[in-house]
């Protein structure tokens, strides 16, 4: 979609600092980290929000969590523990309207989060 920070950066039109990509996903380096580790897993599709999710996006959503996992083992982070954390809405400090999952670690992770 035009205009939207991450589909252009899934494009390949704006500069990331990429982790992992594959025909249905991209990951990059958050810019403004909030723990040592701090990934965004963004599906490459076009859904402003979680509420936009519909059925067909199951195996999408599916695989995201898929994506975290290697990126856990590859930063060696199954031990430590990490968080994967969408903000649905912006009462919810939803600031980019393309779905995105924040992937933090190397830290211990404080509950319930403010
Ligand atoms: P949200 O607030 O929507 O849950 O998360 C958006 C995230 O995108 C924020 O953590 C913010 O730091 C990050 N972000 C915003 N603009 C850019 C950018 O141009 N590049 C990268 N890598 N991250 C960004
Ligand atoms: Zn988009």
Same mark, same amino acid.
């Given at each position: 979609m035009e205009n939207c920070l991450f589909c252009k950066i899934a494009g390949g039109k704006e500069d990331s600092d990429t982790v992992y990509k594959d025909e249905n996903v991209v990951a990059i380096r958050d810019i403004? *980290? #909030?723990? *040592?580790i701090h990934f965004l897993i963004i599906p490459?599709?076009?859904? *402003?929000?979680?509420? @936009?999710?519909?059925?067909? @996006?199951k195996e999408l959503m599916g695989s995201v969590f898929t994506v975290a996992k290697k990126l856990a083992e590859e930063n060696d982070l199954e031990m430590s523990g990490f968080r994967v954390v969408v903000n649905c809405g912006s009462g919810a400090? #939803?600031?980019?309207f393309h779905i995105h999952f924040h992937m933090l670690g190397g830290r211990p992770m404080k509950w319930p989060p403010g």
């Amino acid at each position: 979609m035009e205009n939207c920070l991450f589909c252009k950066i899934a494009g390949g039109k704006e500069d990331s600092d990429t982790v992992y990509k594959d025909e249905n996903v991209v990951a990059i380096r958050d810019i403004n *980290p #909030q723990a *040592p580790i701090h990934f965004l897993i963004i599906p490459r599709k076009h859904i *402003p929000t979680l509420m @936009d999710i519909e059925g067909r @996006d199951k195996e999408l959503m599916g695989s995201v969590f898929t994506v975290a996992k290697k990126l856990a083992e590859e930063n060696d982070l199954e031990m430590s523990g990490f968080r994967v954390v969408v903000n649905c809405g912006s009462g919810a400090g #939803q600031s980019v309207f393309h779905i995105h999952f924040h992937m933090l670690g190397g830290r211990p992770m404080k509950w319930p989060p403010g």
